[in-house]
């Protein structure tokens, strides 16, 4: 669609009426396919500008964040997040522009806590960094079955070592 889309902007001049108005009908096709996908998502995806102010995010990571207060892509990130150690996260890591994997915050959500791993990852377009990806995964249930892989395991040498 890219390829599409940069052919086209080059032709503009000499587009028809008819031929902007497919243009701009293509282009929102393919917005709003993005969209659905983005929206789909179990994972939480925000995407920063070079302020740190999110200018994407889904509703898994606006679940996750809890973002709170008015609406968070007037400020940075991290002001809109009610987590205070995942904030201090978020604005030391953006601020220092680092690249973080799986870093794990227990977050709290209503009456449970989640756990969350957390990776950022610079946005690169056209050879520059243009800001940030925050990429958020519930881990919860993958740790609670390996909890229950390494009792299942102690258990059966427990057996073994019985057995003699």
């Known amino acids: 669609m890219r390829r599409f889309v940069e052919r086209a902007l080059a032709k503009l001049?000499?587009?028809?009426?008819?031929?902007?108005?497919?243009?701009?009908?293509a282009l929102a096709e393919e917005n709003g396919r993005m969209d659905a996908a983005l929206e789909s998502m179990l994972d939480g995806i925000v995407v920063c500008d070079r302020e740190h102010l999110p200018i994407i995010y889904n509703k898994s990571?606006?679940?996750?964040?809890?973002?709170?207060?008015?609406d968070p892509a007037e400020r940075p990130l991290w002001m809109s997040v009610q987590d205070e150690d995942l904030s201090d996260f978020l604005r030391d890591t953006l601020e220092g522009e680092e690249t973080v994997l799986d870093r794990e915050f227990g977050l709290e959500t209503t009456g449970s806590t989640r756990l969350v791993a957390v990776s950022i990852s610079p946005l690169v377009s056209r050879g520059r960094i243009?800001?940030?990806?925050?990429h958020m995964e519930d881990i919860t249930e993958k740790r609670r079955k390996e909890?229950?892989?390494?009792?299942?395991?102690?258990l059966a040498s427990?057996?073994?070592?019985?057995a003699g």
Request: charged content about 25%; proline content about 5%; hydrophobic content about 40%.
């Open 13 to 25: 001049p000499r587009l028809n009426e008819e031929q902007m108005r497919s243009l701009l009908y």
């Open 61 to 70: 990571a606006e679940r996750m964040l809890r973002l709170g207060g008015p």
């Open 130 to 134: 243009e800001g940030a990806i925050v």
């Open 147 to 154: 909890a229950q892989l390494r009792r299942a395991e102690s």
């Open 158 to 162: 427990l057996t073994t070592l019985a």
